[in-house]
């Protein structure tokens, strides 16, 4: 292990921030964008078997925007975050909606859950677990709170794809490598500067994610493309409606989930095993 400072996002301070707020309305949820995770959320849900009715956790809500349209779909929803300023955001934000019934909204740590074990058949966390340094504890704790039986849907960021190629062979050209960068047994992350703190990004290996889900018995049965690049948030105004066009049409084909640069990836916890009437084990 690679010993590491203390930074601000080790204790959330930037999550904590309407600067990060502000940013993230700005860089994920453009009018193009927010029309593709109107697509996207459901088709999710849809493919874990989320029924209109049934409970769903929301690991890791931020302002709620996936809440809202799990809501939407006719889920019940219990969303939960580790930052008291999203949660603000997100209660406000469900309220403007009309689903604010639909939804419990708690504050809650992934890394060391309060929930009950095998207490959610449908668990999604969307675009969350890249930003948590110990990724390890947070499965952990996803895992144990899944059902027998149950679904739990990641949306990460993936090593590898078209994008991560691209971005690293334009840095070796430029040689202008990332700082700091550390390989970490699911994948590669980098600390950034972000409005004044410090933000974790982790690129997830598919393959060693599949394996320590494994580990904690739960096998990948669901694997989709999600965003196909997310050059956009770094390229000029003008070229952004371009680029997430470029993203839903990626999308609506079904390319190859391995060259997406955000996936979806599902898991299933097998089965509670029922014992033979005698009492023995099967």
Sequence with gaps: MVDRPEP???RGDVFEREETVAAWDDDYYHPLAARYYDRALPDMLTAMGVRPGDLVLDAGCGPGVHSI????FGAKVKAIDVSSVMLAHARA??????????????????????????AFSFIFSWGVLI?????????????????????LALHILAKDSLDDMIEQGLRRLLRKPLKNLEETPLGRGNWYDFNGERLWVQRFDIGKLERVMAERD?????????????FQRRA???LRPLLLLANRLAYDLRLPAALFCTQIVIFEKP????????????
Excluded at 93 to 118: H, Q
Excluded at 131 to 151: E, F, I, N, Q, T
């Design 236 to 238: 000029p105004k003008l």
């Design 93 to 118: 934000r469900a309220e403007r909606a009309g689903v604010s019934a639909m939804i419990d909204f708690a504050k809650d740590d992934l890394t060391k859950l309060s929930l009950e074990p095998g």
């Design 218 to 230: 739960l096998r990948l049965v669901g694997r989709r493309g999600a965003e196909f690049s997310e």
């Design 271 to 282: 089965p509670e095993r029922r014992n033979r009437i005698d009492g023995s084990a099967p």
């Design 131 to 151: 930003h948590v340094p110990d990724a390890m504890s947070a499965l952990d704790h996803l895992a144990r709170s899944a059902a027998p039986g149950g679904k």
């Design 8 to 10: 601000a996002a080790l």
């Design 69 to 72: 349209r799990a809501a939407r």
